[in-house]
């Protein structure tokens, strides 16, 4: 079976499935109700330490030090922001604390003086799009005796903003009795609590029968709701809550809860179901007190949390499947994802701490005042005196990972701690902005996210102040106890509890000597498990995350921004640079055969890579995320929407990881600076590429900072008008690009050599083209296009329309240098493809004097004579040859070209190429006489005669009546081509005088070009071979008299004969054997 490559980036892709499943894992409460579930916490884990306290404004402090029936004051959080307010009868004022708490921290706004005499209850919800409210960043709905008032809130640098909205058509009537629990959606819907009825508050345009501003209920129909006014009847609900990431709005009684689906753009709620504490017969006792939210980023499964009067808690669930049986509950916590909520079951209870005996006995005078519930962190306050027991329960992680990785049963455990504050009025989780609770995986829990998110913190209102909470995170825990060592009974329970691969893990993330000197207890493979889960969940954020989203601007739908904020990005940053750094430090923790007892045979595939290797990842990927924090600091945004839509495409669908994994989309990220680059040229933007090397050496390397550099000089050039500067820029930039010539893509090469054609910087163009050209030898089809680029460049330049200076026998300049560098690199097909040019012109003697480099292996290269443009390169590098003196090398070629001409060239042609063959050999001999050159001399001229010879018989086949022909045919026996296929045959190529012997003179009794031949080919031919041609020769010329019965055809045969060879060769003309023909005819 075939197994996956492991790699470093599935090492950490495998621990964050790890922590995603641990995440989704459903963990409940032992079947055994006796088991210890409650653990407490130690003195040295204690969950919460006091950060600070910020003394309550003066002004306040007097009002509750002298309350009264005429004062009534209020004090309570405001959701989505730090802001915390206090009311004072129709005054409500916001305190910004954070400012500190003199008058500058408080906002104040006086409801209706004239009218409303105190303020019942305050809200802040989110704005819905459209409405009369648009610039306002929150509704502030505040309810005074009166009525229900809605304004404008906006939390800015500045401090807060009021939009006063003082018209009628912002107020609307309500009961006049209780209101509590106003809560707003993520698309500005807002509900709240009226005389015990769920009510939502519509604000929108007037309309013909409504109200714009008013209250209608949705917990009654219509029937309900006129039964109400007759009976008195009320639902006598008290508190509500909201789920966006789910859709969900539960409400709660005393005794029920009922949760709806809220419809998409204020439609209306459709109830899921309702559960009532009297009906179920589970162990969830007393009245409910509180429903809370637990969100999907805490929880896939549970939806609710409710809690009784009695500290029972009870763990609701909005996910079923109807079965055959009826309602069953889904189990399988990965499958609600495709799902909308359609119930509300209670599917586990969890009892309250056991409480100490004292406690116990003054629990029915001091029973729970409120509960608080933030994503696992659970308040339980109860009144003593003028005090307050704050109980704090907050989940075991540690022990449940255990059991997790141990595929144990997966049980749920918690730490306890309990401590006394002074008058509490409000308990508040406060807002980090790197942190949304309601986003899909943001928060996770306390040991995974501490890698990746600073501690949660709490805001605590108390008659004091207000006092901030730090959550205690356990990596924070671990970094206090090793300060006393690691032997202390402390330290032994951490491990424990947490295991030594996530102890581990947490030693990584401190970072310091103290963690170091504590690693050294564990083994190599403690520590490589532990270095995996640490540079795994700081990545988490991010690993396998898009970069990239649509933004929600209505203007612009297509608007590409940011997936990560900014600020969590530098903040995993920091985390990651501070573990390199670690490492960076203590090299030995990278080494694996430093590491005492590991052998290399005992380590999985996984542990193989080494922390070495994650190492690795961890740079490359710290400088991944850097580089793209450089570029939101360059306008990211807008720069996308000027690259090509191929580049736009592919960056708009990447993950962070691809930028280190995926060569397409880091090359489609580098694009983008050069975006910026183009855009401008500022001091700003000439330090990009300063920064790249700076603060992404392994995104950008050196090699491509280069590149950048070149384009910043570049776009210097385009800025500047005056020519000195602009040449030394240009300059500049070709050294840049050509130094960094192996990172340019194809298309970018192109580009930036039109660019400098545009600058008629053609020496530029072709520098930088040649040097692409000459990195890919291997890479034909590439090599020819830039080739091709080059000799168009050329073509811009006029090279081949000035070619070479007459007067001063010099190149065109731009030619020289092409050439010069050509010659350089080596790059003979850049030459040849130059040289092609001048052939096309019918130049390329220009290229002889003075000699271009390579010109006679251009001309001389290919041998393939079936080509035109071949026998031209030749027949031209004869007459380079001439030109240079060398003419038994011109005899040479033109002989070659004579006897290896293709089929298109004919035999007069050839007969042509071989006269030249000879006068060249005799141009040499006029230069040297010496046996060589007349050796040489005599063979061309024997070849030039056997080519005559073959001419003639040529011609008398060609002149041969057909009968003749035919009857010559018809006497050999054999098949013989037609007439035409036999003067095919000696027009298309030379034959030696054996074949010509044979296949031609014999069969057509063309006895006096026999004789010819053996002149030619005979140095000392035989008098009775002579003697016998002759005879053939006498014979066909009495046969010829015979038939036109006339004495001619012998004298014409004789006087030929004689005025050929008499007396230049009587060799081949017997004087005795002529008498006796003429004695016989006279």
């Not at 909205?165 to 707003?184: C, F, L, P, Q």
């Not at 900014?566 to 960076?584: A, R």
């Not at 230069?927 to 005669?945: C, G, H, P, Q, T």
């Amino acid at each position: 079976m075939a197994t996956s490559t492991v790699t470093k980036e599935s090492i950490i892709s495998n621990k964050v499935n790890t922590d995603s499943k641990y995440l989704t894992s459903l963990f409940r409460q032992s079947p055994d109700r006796t088991q210890e579930r409650y653990k407490p916490a130690m003195q040295e884990t204690l969950p919460l330490k006091e950060e600070k306290i910020i003394l309550i404004p003066t002004r306040l402090r007097e009002l509750l030090a002298n309350t009264s029936d005429e004062i009534v004051v209020k004090l309570g959080c405001f959701p989505y922001t730090n802001l915390v307010y206090f009311t004072v009868n129709d005054n409500l004022f916001i305190w910004e604390y954070e400012k500190g708490n003199d008058e500058n921290a408080i906002g104040h706004i006086d409801v209706h003086p004239l009218q409303d005499l105190y303020i019942k209850c305050v809200g802040l919800a989110k704005p819905r799009a459209g409405r009369f409210i648009d610039d306002a960043q929150y509704v502030l709905v505040i309810v005074t005796d009166k009525a229900v008032h809605i304004f404008g809130l906006s939390n800015t640098p500045a401090g807060i903003v009021f939009h006063d909205m003082s018209s009628d058509r912002y107020r609307a009537n309500y009961s006049k009795k209780t209101v509590e629990s106003i809560v707003g959606t993520d698309d500005g819907r807002i509900f709240l609590i009226d005389a015990g009825e769920l009510c939502e508050l519509v604000y929108e345009d007037e309309g013909w029968f409504s109200h714009p501003c008013r209250l209608e209920i949705r917990s009654l129909s219509t029937f309900d709701q006129q039964l109400r006014f007759i009976s008195n009847y009320s639902s006598r609900l008290k508190s509500v809550v909201v789920d966006d990431a789910r859709n969900i709005l539960s409400v709660m009684s005393d005794h029920h809860i009922e949760s709806f689906l809220i419809i998409k753009n204020g439609g209306p709620l459709r109830s899921l179901g309702k559960w009532s504490i009297n009906e179920d017969k589970s162990e969830l006792k007393g009245t409910l007190s509180s429903i809370h939210p637990i969100y999907v980023t805490e929880s896939s499964f549970y939806c609710l949390l409710a809690v009784t009067t009695t500290g029972h808690r009870g763990y609701f669930t909005c996910y079923s499947i109807n079965s055959r049986y009826g309602w069953s509950v889904i189990t399988d916590t990965t499958s609600y994802k495709n799902t909308d909520p359609n119930c509300l079951i209670l599917y586990e209870v969890h009892d309250p701490p056991a409480q100490p005996p004292a406690q116990v006995a003054q629990q029915s005078n001091s029973g729970y005042s409120m509960f608080k519930y933030f994503h696992g962190v659970f308040f339980a306050l109860r009144r003593e005196g003028a005090s307050h027991i704050v109980t704090t329960t907050y989940p075991n992680y540690g022990s449940m990972f255990m059991r997790f990785i141990q595929s144990q049963e997966p049980i749920f455990s918690e730490h306890i701690f309990t401590f006394p504050y002074h008058n509490i009025y409000e308990i508040q989780e406060i807002r980090n902005p790197l942190h949304d609770p309601k986003a899909f995986e943001e928060y996770s829990n306390d040991l995974i996210d501490q890698f990746y998110a600073p501690s949660r913190k709490f805001l605590v209102y108390s008659h004091h102040g207000i006092i901030i909470l730090n959550k205690l995170r356990p990596v924070d825990h671990l970094e206090n106890i090793i300060k006393r060592g690691l032997t202390n009974e402390a330290a032994k329970a951490f491990i424990e509890n947490y295991g030594q691969e996530q102890t581990c893990a947490m030693f990584f993330l401190i970072a310091n000597d103290e963690s170091y000197a504590a690693l050294k207890i564990f083994s190599y493979t403690v520590l490589f498990e532990g270095f995996a889960y640490c540079l795994a969940r700081i990545l988490r954020p991010v690993w396998r995350q898009k970069i990239l989203k649509l933004s929600p601007k209505p203007t612009n739908l297509q608007r590409l921004d940011t997936n990560i904020p900014e600020q969590k990005l530098q903040y995993i940053i920091k985390k990651l640079l501070n573990l390199k750094k670690f490492c960076d430090k203590h090299p030995d923790l990278k080494t694996l055969h430093l590491i005492e007892n590991t052998s290399t045979n005992t380590l999985t595939s996984s542990q193989a890579i080494g922390i070495s290797g994650l190492y690795d990842a961890l740079v490359r990927m710290a400088d991944a995320i850097s580089f793209i924090i450089l570029m939101l600091e360059y306008n990211l945004p807008e720069t996308i929407e000027r690259v090509d839509p191929s580049t736009k495409q592919t960056i708009a669908i990447s993950n962070f990881d691809q930028l280190v994994t995926d060569t397409t989309v880091r090359s489609s990220w580098h694009d983008v600076v050069l975006a910026i680059i183009r855009k401008e040229t500022t001091p700003r933007v000439e330090n990009l590429s300063r920064n790249l090397e700076a603060r992404c050496p392994t995104f950008c390397n050196a090699i491509e900072v280069k590149l950048y550099q070149g384009y910043e000089a570049l776009q210097k050039a385009k800025k500047n008008e005056d020519e000195h500067t602009t040449n030394e820029a240009l300059r500049s930039s070709l050294k840049l690009f050509t130094e960094s010539i192996n990172t340019m893509t194809y298309g970018t090469l192109i580009n930036l050599c039109n660019e400098y054609k545009n600058f008629k910087f053609y020496e530029g163009a072709v520098e930088l083209l040649l040097k692409a050209a000459h990195t890919m030898e291997h890479v034909t089809e590439k090599r020819k296009s830039i080739l091709d680029n080059v000799i168009e460049t050329l073509r811009d330049a006029g090279v081949f329309n000035e070619g070479v200076h007459r007067q001063t026998r010099t190149f065109n300049p731009v030619l020289h240098k092409a050439l010069e560098l050509g010659l350089t690199l080596k790059d003979i097909d850049f030459l040849f493809a130059v040289y092609d040019e001048f052939l096309l012109a019918n130049s390329i003697p220009q290229l002889f004097d003075p000699a271009a480099p390579y010109i006679e292996g251009y001309l001389t290269h290919s041998k393939d004579l079936s080509s035109p443009e071949v026998r031209k390169k030749l027949d031209l590098y004869c007459d380079y040859c001439v030109t240079r003196h060398e003419y038994l090398k011109a005899a040479e070629v033109k002989d070659y070209i004579a006897q290896n001409a293709g089929d298109d060239v004919d035999l007069q042609e050839r007969l042509n190429y071989l006269s030249h063959a000879v006068g060249q050999a005799e141009s040499a001999k006029e230069f040297s006489e010496s046996a060589k050159v007349i050796e040489i001399l005599n063979k061309y001229r024997n070849k030039m005669k056997i080519a005559q010879i073959q001419f003639e018989i040529y011609l008398e086949i060609s002149g041969m009546p057909d009968n003749v022909f035919n009857n010559f045919v018809k006497s050999q026996g054999i098949p013989i081509p037609s007439k035409g296929e036999v003067l095919a045959l000696l027009n298309q190529k030379l034959y030696d005088s054996n074949i010509l012997l044979n296949d031609f003179i014999h069969p057509f009794e063309l006895f006096e070009k026999k004789l010819a031949l053996l002149q030619t080919v005979e140095d000392v031919p035989y008098h009775t071979e002579v003697a016998n041609v002759w005879e053939n020769i006498i014979q066909k010329a009495i046969q010829r008299s015979e038939d036109q019965g006339m004495i001619q055809p012998i004298a014409d045969t004789l006087i030929n004969a004689g005025r050929k060879y008499y007396p230049s060769d009587t060799r081949m003309l017997p004087l005795g054997k002529s008498r006796l023909v003429i004695k016989i005819f006279i």
